[in-house]
């Protein structure tokens, strides 16, 4: 691998965890489950030779995990060489808190918690869970403080994720870093965006340099709009984070994580591949999505993700039609069969996938924003389900 533009030797250490590249992979629901976590590691050592960033399994909820909802224990499974193992925990109780994250040490089910306060969706914040939590700064200390206590003794870091603030008007994230770091968490992660931005609009890296400036005993994480290896260079030079996390752009394009390997490590980044390539992605992709859900579900799973991999490309709509209905993993292998292997990667191929949607204003409970220093738990909060 030739040296290119990146920067030199780049590294990350979350409390015991050692990453030979500052990438995360951010959970997102309904797409890093095993099937693609382990994708994009196949992907990342092909190319490079390594694996070597952290790949986090969708969010499950503190609750059903406790209370073992068989969903929830489906979505917390690992490949078999997997590591480091990472769960993201939806959480808006202290005590339930406590119990999942006792749980994953003394069940050994994960080797790293993070923790979700980001969420912006209007069935979570308008209960005061997600992104509103950290307005309740008390509340949010004890959650925090019960993860730590939990792990205390162990190998197994607490790292925690949130936005900039509920809007404009209410920001939070510099609280937030300072209270997590306080409280004994070995990282903290910002989407440079607020609640009522949503997925919309443009991340404020200046808000990802506030917080480094102003948290300075643990790692700080950049995440929001990086999309190409020069992205996250430009992020980690304009804001001095340790680190990025990748969401939206990862979506029908697995091997940009062996891209930002290669790039943060100061190599020049892997080609990126034709439509023949794709399309034995897009195979292995459905095969891995078959033998975690059982190939009806699994092939249900894919069709959303054959619409990302085939953006840009010459498909017709015909057969993308035929894509979205896909029902089985020989129908799959039949229809990528047929696309134009040698086209190559488009150049409108790059960029944001999946939601974005409009800024508006973020649900939430009456007089929510009364008393930041409250510290009660939000009735009805903590979902049943997880990966909302």
């Given at each position: 691998?030739?040296?290119g533009?990146?920067?030199?030797s780049?590294?990350?250490?979350?409390g015991?965890?050692?990453?030979?590249s500052?990438?995360v992979l951010?959970?997102?629901?309904?797409?890093?489950?095993v099937?693609?976590?382990t994708?994009?590691?196949?992907?990342?050592l092909a190319?490079?030779?390594?694996?070597?960033?952290?790949y986090?399994c969708?969010?499950?909820?503190?609750?059903?995990l406790v209370e073992?909802?068989?969903v929830?224990?489906h979505m917390t499974?690992f490949g078999?060489d997997?590591?480091?193992?990472s769960?993201?925990?939806?959480t808006v109780?202290?005590e339930?808190?406590y119990?999942a994250a006792?749980m994953i040490?003394?069940?050994n089910?994960?080797?790293?918690?993070?923790m979700?306060?980001?969420?912006?969706v209007p069935k979570?914040?308008r209960?005061?869970g997600?992104?509103?939590?950290?307005y309740k700064r008390?509340?949010?200390r004890?959650?925090?403080?019960?993860?730590?206590?939990?792990?205390?003794?162990?190998?197994v870091p607490?790292?925690?994720?949130?936005r900039?603030?509920i809007?404009?008007?209410?920001?939070?994230?510099l609280d937030?870093?300072r209270?997590?770091?306080?409280?004994?968490?070995?990282a903290?992660?910002?989407?440079?965006?607020t609640a009522?931005?949503?997925?919309?609009g443009?991340a404020?890296?200046?808000?990802?340099a506030?917080?480094k400036e102003?948290?300075t005993?643990?790692p700080?994480?950049g995440?929001?709009?990086?999309?190409e290896?020069?992205?996250a260079?430009?992020?980690?030079r304009?804001?001095?984070?340790?680190?990025?996390v990748?969401?939206r752009g990862?979506?029908?394009r697995p091997?940009?994580?062996?891209?930002?390997a290669?790039e943060l490590?100061?190599f020049?980044?892997p080609a990126?591949?034709?439509?023949g390539?794709?399309?034995?992605i897009?195979v292995?992709?459905?095969?891995?999505?078959a033998a975690?859900?059982g190939e009806g579900?699994g092939?249900?799973e894919?069709?959303?993700h054959?619409?990302?991999y085939?953006?840009g490309f010459p498909?017709?709509?015909d057969l993308?039609n035929r894509?979205a209905l896909v029902?089985?993993?020989d129908?799959?292998?039949?229809?990528v069969g047929t696309l134009?292997?040698d086209?190559?990667?488009p150049?409108?191929g790059?960029g944001?996938r999946?939601?974005?949607?409009s800024?508006?204003?973020?649900a939430?409970p009456?007089?929510?924003?009364?008393?930041?220093?409250?510290?009660?738990?939000?009735?009805?909060?903590?979902i049943?389900?997880?990966?909302?």
């Amino acid at each position: 691998m030739s040296e290119g533009a990146g920067s030199a030797s780049a590294a990350l250490r979350i409390g015991s965890i050692e990453l030979a590249s500052p990438v995360v992979l951010a959970p997102m629901a309904g797409v890093t489950n095993v099937a693609f976590r382990t994708l994009c590691r196949e992907l990342e050592l092909a190319r490079t030779g390594t694996v070597s960033g952290l790949y986090v399994c969708e969010m499950v909820t503190a609750r059903a995990l406790v209370e073992r909802h068989p969903v929830t224990m489906h979505m917390t499974t690992f490949g078999p060489d997997e590591s480091p193992r990472s769960i993201q925990l939806y959480t808006v109780d202290p005590e339930n808190t406590y119990a999942a994250a006792k749980m994953i040490v003394d069940e050994n089910l994960a080797d790293h918690i993070d923790m979700n306060f980001g969420c912006p969706v209007p069935k979570v914040t308008r209960k005061g869970g997600g992104s509103a939590i950290p307005y309740k700064r008390n509340l949010f200390r004890r959650i925090v403080a019960a993860a730590v206590r939990a792990t205390e003794g162990t190998s197994v870091p607490v790292t925690v994720k949130f936005r900039i603030g509920i809007d404009d008007e209410h920001h939070t994230h510099l609280d937030a870093g300072r209270i997590a770091a306080a409280e004994g968490a070995q990282a903290v992660a910002l989407h440079a965006r607020t609640a009522s931005q949503r997925y919309s609009g443009t991340a404020d890296w200046d808000e990802i340099a506030r917080l480094k400036e102003h948290v300075t005993e643990v790692p700080v994480l950049g995440n929001g709009d990086i999309f190409e290896p020069v992205d996250a260079v430009e992020m980690m030079r304009h804001t001095g984070c340790d680190g990025v996390v990748i969401g939206r752009g990862c979506l029908g394009r697995p091997w940009l994580f062996a891209e930002l390997a290669a790039e943060l490590n100061g190599f020049t980044a892997p080609a990126a591949p034709n439509l023949g390539e794709v399309s034995q992605i897009i195979v292995r992709h459905g095969e891995l999505l078959a033998a975690h859900h059982g190939e009806g579900k699994g092939m249900r799973e894919i069709r959303k993700h054959v619409a990302w991999y085939l953006r840009g490309f010459p498909a017709g709509s015909d057969l993308r039609n035929r894509l979205a209905l896909v029902n089985t993993l020989d129908e799959l292998r039949e229809l990528v069969g047929t696309l134009p292997a040698d086209a190559e990667f488009p150049a409108d191929g790059h960029g944001p996938r999946g939601r974005q949607g409009s800024p508006a204003k973020v649900a939430l409970p009456d007089g929510w924003l009364d008393d930041p220093d409250e510290d009660i738990v939000p009735d009805g909060a903590e979902i049943m389900h997880s990966g909302g």
